[in-house]
C-alpha cells in the first residue's frame, strides 16, 4: 500500500528556513515523479514542485529561487527545503506522488505557518 | 502559464440530483485533465484522469468528458458522501495549474 507521511512543518519567522520530509512506503521514490502541493488556509490547492525520475526538477514562479526539493533513495524519503519563507507561503503542504501530472496519492500534509 | 477556470464556485443540490461541474483551460490541454474531491480536514483523493479514465475505487456515478479546452465533471445521483470541493487540474506541463475549486452543498 502506497502511504506518504509528511514532518517538519511548524512556526516560523519571516525570512527564516525550514526542511519538510515526507517518508514514503509502499513504492521508490527513485522510480515516481513526486511533489508538493500548497493549500493556504481556506484557499484553493497550489502547485509548488516537482522533481521526476531522471532528477530534474520545476518549481511554481511563486517560490523559484527560494524551495529546493529532493529525494533520499536510502531513506525513500521527498525533501522540501524552504529558505526566505514569507508571510504568503503559510500553507498546508502536502506531499504527492504523480502518475505523471496527475496527483494519485496524497499524504496528509504538514502545516507551515509563517508570522513574526 | 495556463489558466483553470471552474463553475460555478459553488452549488448547492440534493440527494439523487444529477450535477455537473465545468472546467475551461486557457489553452488546449488536449486530455491531460484530472479531478479531485476534497472534504473538509482532509488531503484531497483523485478521481479522474486523463479526463474520463476513473481512478481504481471511485464509484461509477462519477464520470468526466472533454477535450482540448472544455471539461466537465458528472456526478450522476448525488450521495451524501459527495458533499465536497472540487478541484480540476491540468498537467499537460508546468505550471501545473488547478482550478479555483468547486464548492458542493446540501440544498
Known amino acids: 500500500e502506497v502511504q506518504l507521511a509528511e514532518t517538519g512543518g511548524g512556526l516560523i519567522q519571516p525570512g527564516g528556513s525550514l526542511t519538510l520530509s515526507c517518508a514514503a512506503s509502499?513504492?521508490?521514490?527513485?522510480?515516481?515523479?513526486m511533489g508538493w502541493v500548497r493549500q493556504a488556509p481556506g484557499k484553493g490547492l497550489e502547485w509548488v514542485s516537482i522533481?521526476?525520475?531522471?532528477?530534474?526538477?520545476e518549481y511554481a514562479d511563486s517560490v523559484k529561487g527560494r524551495f529546493t526539493i529532493s529525494r533520499d533513495i536510502a531513506k525513500n524519503t521527498l525533501y522540501l527545503e524552504m529558505n526566505t519563507l514569507r508571510v504568503e507561503d503559510t500553507a498546508m503542504y502536502y506531499c504527492?506522488?504523480?502518475?505523471?501530472?496527475?496527483?494519485?496519492?496524497w499524504g496528509r500534509g504538514t502545516l507551515v505557518t509563517v508570522s513574526s | 502559464d495556463i489558466q483553470m477556470t471552474q463553475s460555478p464556485s459553488s452549488l448547492s443540490a440534493s440527494v439523487g440530483d444529477r450535477v455537473t461541474i465545468a472546467c475551461r483551460a486557457s489553452?488546449?490541454?488536449?486530455?491531460?485533465l484530472a479531478w479531485y474531491q476534497q472534504k473538509p480536514g482532509k488531503a484531497p483523493n483523485l478521481l479522474i484522469y486523463?479526463?474520463?479514465t476513473l481512478e481504481s475505487a471511485v464509484p461509477s456515478r462519477f464520470s468526466g468528458s472533454g477535450s482540448a479546452t472544455e471539461f466537465t465533471l458528472t456526478i450522476s445521483s448525488l450521495q451524501p458522501d459527495d458533499f465536497a470541493t472540487y478541484y480540476c487540474?491540468?498537467?499537460?506541463?508546468?505550471?501545473?495549474?488547478f482550478g479555483q475549486g468547486t464548492k458542493l452543498e446540501i440544498k
Open positions: 489553452q488546449s490541454i488536449r486530455t491531460y
Open positions: 487540474q491540468q498537467y499537460s506541463g508546468s505550471p501545473y495549474t
Open positions: 486523463k479526463a474520463s
Open positions: 509502499g513504492f521508490t521514490v527513485i522510480n515516481d515523479y
Open positions: 522533481v521526476y525520475s531522471d532528477g530534474r526538477t
Open positions: 504527492v506522488r504523480t502518475g505523471g501530472g496527475f496527483f494519485d496519492h
